[in-house]
């Protein structure tokens, strides 16, 4: 069982909360009138991750936070004991790719997560017609080496959802090792 937090940037219109709600089964309808995140929303889901070597179902809890300032005194409660960090921008919007940068230092660096418990998502809003190819290019380098999943859920929702379990899956595996090491130290 670990925690998860889906933590976003600046920009109140990138659809964190619709990703949120559909990684965790919380909502069948996409779309609706946007209203932005008020502090932090959490949503809490089990998910069966094949690699998980008892095959237990994981208890994934994503902290739905908002990226507005006025809740910036928050968020260093909020990243306590957090495993993971998932950024979601909007691709089309270039000067996101800069906000992300500031997200990533602050949310990441600065709790000493690896880059594997980070994952970008390139989130597209619905009836974005806008293509770009390779966000990942685009990409500053302390950002170049994470995962980045390309999100559209009107096209391939479940393709959304597979990446998204990869990386839990890779943060699973980061958090299982360190619990052991913790343990094997204890022991010595």
Known sequence: SFKSLLKT?????????????????????????????QGVRMVSFECDLESSSDHQPCEVTLWD???NFKFESCWPAL??????????????????????ESWFSMFVSSQGLQDTQCVLVAHRQPGDTHTHADTHS????????????????????????????????KVVKVVTESRERDEMSIIT
């Open 65 to 67: 936070c908002s990226g």
């Open 9 to 37: 940037h600046l920009f109140h219109s990138s659809g964190k909360t619709v990703l949120a709600n559909f990684l965790s089964d919380t909502t069948e309808r996409l779309g609706g009138e946007y209203r932005p995140t």
């Open 138 to 169: 685009d990409l500053a380098s302390p950002l170049s080496s994470l995962m980045v999943i390309q999100s559209n859920l009107e096209e391939n929702p479940e393709a959304v959802r597979q990446h998204f379990y990869t990386y839990l899956q």
């Open 79 to 100: 990243t306590t004991d957090s495993c993971g960090v998932v950024l979601v921008y909007n691709p089309t919007v270039p000067s996101q790719l800069r906000e992300i």
